[in-house]
T-cell receptor, first 114, second 114 residues
């Protein structure tokens, strides 16, 4: 199966600082998805990136997909306490019966100090 | 997270007992899957289904059985519980491929095997 490495595992920031998490793959990806999981909660879909070099923004969140489609990043500008949680990237096979099989990174646990 | 319902939310089992985690969805999604989440490991796919009557194994299928007799339901059976199966279990459904590979997670089932 596809492997995706996510770093860092933990990140502690002061409120107002920026935060970035990275996902890297040794193989070319068809797409990549990002999820957020609040403590004690379930993963919630944030976004899917499909195109090489794609950049998408959601308010203070910026998502990028690398030109070679082997890496991706999630950047949060001016973190707030509501950003606390674990952020996961996930990749999927995009054909046939393997559709729906997601391979998750291990996640980056973000702590925001007020 | 209306649409994907998991029961029970919490369960304690003794080693060797069997049980079934229930998952029901009312979104008419074809694809359903079960993941387990362990600390520092992200989410790992146990079994998945691409439609009623069709199931397949994921990354960590040993010790679990599934069936998909209807589109709505996808139960996960633990045949003989072991302490290594202590985990949080998430059921997920996949929105139609043409609309993008968005996965919706249930709220999770916390299982402890003693």
């Amino acid at each position: 199966g596809q492997q995706v490495m996510q770093i860092p595992q933990y990140q502690h920031v002061q409120e107002g600082e920026d935060f970035t998490t990275y996902c890297n793959s040794s193989t070319t990806l068809s797409n990549i998805q990002w999820y957020k999981q609040r403590p004690g909660g379930h993963p919630v879909f944030l976004i899917q990136l499909v195109k090489s070099g794609e950049v998408k923004k959601q308010k203070r969140l910026t998502f990028q997909f690398g030109e070679a489609k082997k890496n991706s990043s999630l950047h949060i500008t001016a973190t707030q306490t509501t950003d606390v949680g674990t952020y996961f990237c996930a990749v999927s096979a995009d054909r046939g019966s393997t559709l729906g099989r997601l391979y998750f990174g291990r996640g980056t646990q973000l702590t925001v100090w007020p | 997270n209306a649409g994907v319902t998991q029961t029970p939310k919490f369960q304690v089992l003794k080693t060797g007992q069997s049980m079934t985690l229930q998952c029901a969805q009312d979104m008419n999604h074809e694809y359903m899957s079960w993941y387990r989440q362990d600390p520092g490991m992200g989410l790992r796919l146990i079994h998945y289904s691409v439609g009623a009557g069709i199931t397949d194994q994921g990354e960590v299928p040993n010790g679990y059985n599934v069936s998909r007799s209807t589109t709505e339901d996808f139960p996960l059976r633990l045949l003989s519980a072991a302490p290594s199966q202590t985990s949080v279990y998430f059921c997920a459904t996949l929105r139609d491929r043409a609309l993008g590979n968005t996965i919706y997670f249930g709220e999770g089932s916390w299982l402890t095997v003693v």
